[in-house]
């Protein structure tokens, strides 16, 4: 215990038997197991744990919970090292390192602490009003100024190394928070059968029971807690979640929390997550989060050794640590008198208790008969010292005495945690008899309990829990237990926030963003009146304690300078998550690798072993081309798949391809009026191509569709527009005409096909096929045919997107990787090649097909060209709307080629089209290049646009203009269809 | 946030695409067809609304649902609805 001096002999709920070893800025100490840092760092006597966030004041530990705006460190180093930890809840292990933040060169000397001279500056909404000018010095320089000196602790940079995992969990009862009330209804309820979960931050159940010296039906406190506990962890439906803080409450009963699986560990063990989300569906919410302690708003009350009154009772009873040896109790509060009777019983010197009130509790007896100075009716002016030293108190007649002392123990009465209760709206009112804000209009599944609904004394808590379990189970018509564990009935009355105002000295209102009372009254004056604009003018409750010790004290600021009562000036909603939550947690294993699915075709594995590079479409992973030894760069691989194709015969996984199975009577029918040409006229083993539109007129999809049977049709449509297709054919079959007799089904994955392309694909075909008749009479361009192949039903459709002669094979896709090898051995004899992506769009940008780039739902079939292709005689979505006279305008931007003047010039997609001899200037802008390609076929390089006008200006020539990569191209406009325009390879 | 689907019960609402509003009738006259695919109205309350259970069952339902509150009051088959 050496070097622990003000850790006291006896007492507490350490762990003496097991001493543990920790640095704090590289100094060592020692602790006891059961402690968090903060209450080592006091057992070792370290006055100051941190520079505040603008003034870089010293700053010493004000709380002993999750609501410490003060005693921020970063733990761990290195990828682990996370900043903005609250040394309150950081529960300590051996080797454990953490340093403080804020401050340089060291805590001790911070030179930016010099910022405070400069404060009469630095007040609420400076920023607003200084670095205003010239407004080029914004960007470059204030702003980075401010953020280096301002700011809390620094990311350490590195990819976060840890898991985290996620859990879904359903109940009937949620308790959020394991103190008397939540413990006494988690218990109640998951003995009367109702399947419970019951989640504290804390490492222990007990709640205020650990920090306090109280007995419940007869125990200890902590006793009970633990008995209570143990018993929870015999039910089987019941979930005990402790180290879990509940974040957020959502619509639809659903709550967000993270329990810490392993940040109480010097280190996680193989394979365990450090973090756990959970989403948590809840029958019914108990918001058993207990109350947070007000401070008092007096001059120097930022000091290092002005603490929570609350905070010394637990460092006290907990912890076994006196975080002063000489003290003084300011109180508005009867709570505030229990500190000062544990101060006494653990040796400590107190030098007066101060209530603001008139009439006290019966404490104040029991103390004044021990010999200690009580002051009523009076208040604390000032605290001074850079680490506390003396306090003012001014008495009831107005006369200044100045104790010294090492600690202030303020308490300003109690805040019900109630935070997540108002996440969805609720707006929380202020209660007379409780001195606080309260949820009385709590969002619909959800009760406060016990201090989190103002039942502040232990006996009233537990009551208000048991109640509040007995109403949620008659909810579900389950009866539980009404009887209430026993205990006094402690005095518990409080007064509403007294600031102490008219005094020099700095009085803060928000420790963790530096924003004094003074600060209030600025805005006020200011006219930012309501709370919401004070928030976000003074940053008052917007640091990362979300204004949990100081929203409400300056809310009681803001009414007293405007003239409103508190309960007038309202308060501020809260918004998750409660407190702060790794983005790593919200991830889980979606990260890297598996941030999405990954989709794969039944080719992957075969192309894998072909040395394929891969490229993402949506979720898939298609071949994006296949290098071969020989060719330089990727240019040389995709130029010789296209010449292998155009020249022989190429292969391509098509199976990514939307495909939907439209049958029934009324199947031909339905087709009618979801594509603009038609279909039902369709006759049986054809395929046709269809344009589909979305109602305002819009293309939404292509592809081509194939008749099996007179109620049988087979649905292409995009890879990336697959859902999207077969979600507006359900509607449309569901919703718009559900009188139709047709059925569909998405059968995107259950085939493999292959596209088999160029002027020796019937002859490899022929070789796999021997019983398909292939010659052209019997099986003309876009027609179809099922046969079996291996035992399996097979189909091949004659369709060229390449422009060559070309078909599609397909089989289920459990045959899909038998298929391409075999497509492959019967090819060897042709010489047959893979071609991947990248050559299938040169391809098709060679023959002028539209595809994404051109189908990017601004434009129309008129503007690719297919105005043609729109029935007359039928009703089709999108129909009416693509006749808008502004659709019609030949004007709009349409589909053309473009070829550039200079042979070698390089052509780039996104390049806008202007005439020639203009300034670039959006007024001049014509158009823009949507797909480009160097073709093989050609030995250049060519383009698809989107001309204003296009296709009556072939011959013309205009400038594509590129200012993002620097480029201006002198393109001439022409046909969009480069290779074999007339069409005669399709169909010999 | 939990739709109930009629055939499969109450799910995660990331199963489902929402639509928009259930109320409008693809019209039979051309005339009313601008209203039928850009006016809506700004409902604060009740609304019903198409949900397609995209991830399940993938029939599409109207879900009547309050705007200010995001509670969901039920779901049934939109199949029914417009019969």
Not at chain 1, 226 to 252: H, K, M, Q, W
Request: glycine share 10%.
């Amino acid at each position: 215990m050496r070097g622990q001096t003000h850790r006291l002999a006896t007492g507490g709920l350490i762990d003496r038997a097991r001493p543990l070893s920790f640095t704090f800025d590289g100094k060592a100490y020692t602790g006891f197991a059961g402690d968090t840092l903060a209450s080592a760092l006091l057992a070792n006597n370290v006055p100051l744990v941190g520079r505040s966030f603008k003034y870089h004041r010293p700053r010493g530990i004000l709380t002993a919970g999750s609501e410490e705006p003060n005693a921020l460190v970063t733990l761990r180093s290195g990828a682990h090292a996370e900043p903005n930890s609250r040394a309150t809840v950081i529960p300590l292990f051996d080797g454990l390192a953490a340093t403080s933040q804020n401050r340089w060169p060291s805590l001790a000397f911070d030179v930016l602490a010099l910022n405070q001279l400069a404060s009469p500056i630095f007040v609420a909404g400076f920023y607003y009003k200084t670095f205003m000018w010239p407004a080029a010095f914004w960007e470059k320089v204030y702003e980075p100024l401010i953020r280096r000196a301002a700011g809390l602790g620094a990311l350490s940079m590195l990819p976060d190394p840890d898991h985290y995992d996620r859990s879904h969990a359903f109940c009937d009862l949620l308790v959020i928070g394991a103190g008397p009330a939540g413990l006494a209804a988690a218990r109640a309820a998951g003995r009367a059968g109702l399947r419970v979960i019951i989640a504290d931050e804390d490492e222990r159940f007990g709640g205020r029971l650990l920090a306090e010296r109280h007995k419940v039906d007869g125990m200890d406190g902590p006793a009970w807690a633990d008995a209570a506990a143990v018993e929870l962890a015999t039910f089987p439906n019941v979930t005990s979640l402790p180290r879990t803080i509940v974040f957020g409450a959502y619509d639809g009963g659903e709550y967000g929390a993270v329990e810490r699986v392993s940040d109480h560990l010097a280190s996680s063990l193989p394979g365990q997550p450090r973090q756990r989300l959970w989403k948590i569906v809840a029958r019914h919410t108990l918001l058993a989060s207990g109350a947070i302690e007000r401070p008092i708003v007096f001059g120097g009350n930022d000091r290092p050794g002005v603490m929570m009154a609350s905070a010394v009772t637990a460092y006290i009873n907990r912890f076994a640590v006196a975080p002063g040896k000489r003290a003084l109790v300011f109180t508005t509060s009867d709570s505030g008198w229990s500190a000062a009777e544990d101060l006494v019983a653990a040796g400590c010197d107190v030098a007066a208790v101060v209530d603001a009130r008139g009439s006290p509790p019966p404490a104040a007896e029991r103390l004044r008969r021990a010999g200690i100075r009580i002051f009523e009716q009076a208040a604390v002016a000032n605290v001074a010292g850079r680490r506390t030293r003396a306090a003012t108190i001014i008495d009831s007649s107005g006369r200044a005495h100045t104790v010294a002392v090492d600690l202030v123990a303020m308490a300003g009465g109690w805040n019900p945690s109630i935070g997540i209760g108002s996440n969805l709206g609720c707006r929380p009112s202020w209660s007379d008899s409780a001195n606080a804000f309260l949820l009385d209009t709590p969002p619909r599944g959800m009760t406060p309990a016990g201090a989190a609904a103002g039942a502040l004394s232990l006996a009233d808590a537990l009551a208000s829990g048991i109640a509040a379990a007995v109403k949620a189970g008659s909810e579900m018509g389950v009866t539980i237990a009404a009887e209430a564990p026993a205990a006094e009935a402690e005095p518990a009355s409080t007064s509403p926030p007294h600031p102490v105002r008219g005094r020099p000295g700095k009085a803060f209102v928000d420790f963790q963003n530096d924003v004094t009372a003074k600060d209030i009254d600025l805005a006020a004056s200011e006219g930012f009146t309501s709370v919401e604009h004070l928030k976000r003018y003074t940053t008052l409750g917007m640091a990362t304690d979300q204004g949990k010790t100081s929203q409400v004290n300056g809310h009681a600021v803001l009414a007293a300078a405007t003239g409103k009562t508190i309960a007038e000036a309202g308060t501020i909603l809260s918004r998750p998550p409660y407190l702060p939550v790794a983005i790593g947690v919200l991830a889980g294993h979606h990260r890297g690798r598996h941030f999405r699915p990954e989709r794969r075709t039944a080719s992957h594995e075969w192309a894998e072993e072909q040395g394929a590079t891969f490229v993402d479409a949506g979720q898939w992973k298609r071949a994006q081309w296949f290098a071969r030894p020989g060719d330089r760069d990727w240019s040389d691989t995709v130029a010789r798949e296209v010449n292998a194709t155009r020249g022989g015969v190429g292969i391509c996984d098509v199976s990514t391809l939307g495909k939907i199975d439209v049958h029934g009577r009324d199947a031909g029918l339905l087709l009618d009026r979801l594509y603009v040409n038609t279909f039902s006229t369709l006759a049986i083993g054809k395929a046709r191509y269809g344009l589909m539109l979305r109602e305002d007129g819009f293309v939404l999809d292509d592809g081509t569709t194939t008749r099996f049977a007179e109620d049988r049709f087979f649905v292409t449509t995009t890879t990336v527009n697959a859902a999207r297709v077969m979600q507006h054919i359900d509607f449309a079959r569901q919703v718009l005409w559900p009188e139709l007799d047709v059925q569909a089904t998405s059968v995107t994955e259950q085939w493999s096909t292959y596209a088999v392309a160029g002027p020796r694909s019937r002859m490899l075909l022929q070789k796999l096929l021997p019983a398909v008749d292939l010659s052209n009479e019997n099986f003309p361009y876009m027609g179809a045919a099922e046969f079996e192949w291996m035992g399996a039903p097979a189909r091949l459709f004659r369709l060229s997107f390449s422009g060559e002669l070309a078909y599609e094979i397909s089989a289920p896709a459990s045959f899909g990787d038998r298929l391409v090898r075999a497509l492959f051995e019967a090819g060897s004899a042709f010489d047959v090649t893979p071609y991947g992506t990248e050559a299938l769009g040169v391809m098709r940008i060679e023959k002028g097909h539209a595809a994404g780039n051109e189908l990017n739902g601004q434009t129309t079939a008129r503007d690719l060209g297919m105005a043609r292709m729109m029935s007359q005689k039928k009703d089709f979505i999108g129909r009416v709307m693509a006749n808008r006279p502004a659709l019609l305008d030949p004007a709009r931007p349409s589909l053309v080629g473009i070829r550039p003047k200079a042979p070698d010039a390089r052509l780039r997609a996104g390049a806008h089209l202007l005439p020639e001899g203009v300034r670039p200037v959006a007024d001049h802008d014509q158009g823009f290049v949507t797909s480009v390609a160097f073709s093989p076929v050609l030995g250049h390089w060519i383009g698809l646009a989107l001309l204003a006008g296009g296709p009556g200006r072939y011959g013309e020539t205009i400038v594509a203009h590129d200012p993002v990569r620097g480029s201006d191209v002198a393109v001439e406009i022409c046909n969009p269809v480069f290779v074999d325009p007339e069409g005669t390879r399709l169909r010999g | 946030m939990r739709i109930p689907c009629p055939y499969c019960g109450s799910r995660d609402i990331q199963e489902f695409v929402y639509r928009g509003d259930a109320g409008p009738t693809r019209p039979t006259h051309d005339d009313s067809f601008f209203a039928y695919v850009y006016l809506r109205d700004n409902v604060a309350g009740t609304m019903r609304e198409h949900w397609y259970h995209a991830q399940g069952c993938r029939n599409w339902l109207v879900v009547t649902r309050d705007t200010l509150t995001h509670e969901i009051e039920g779901a049934a088959l939109a199949r029914r609805s417009s019969q």
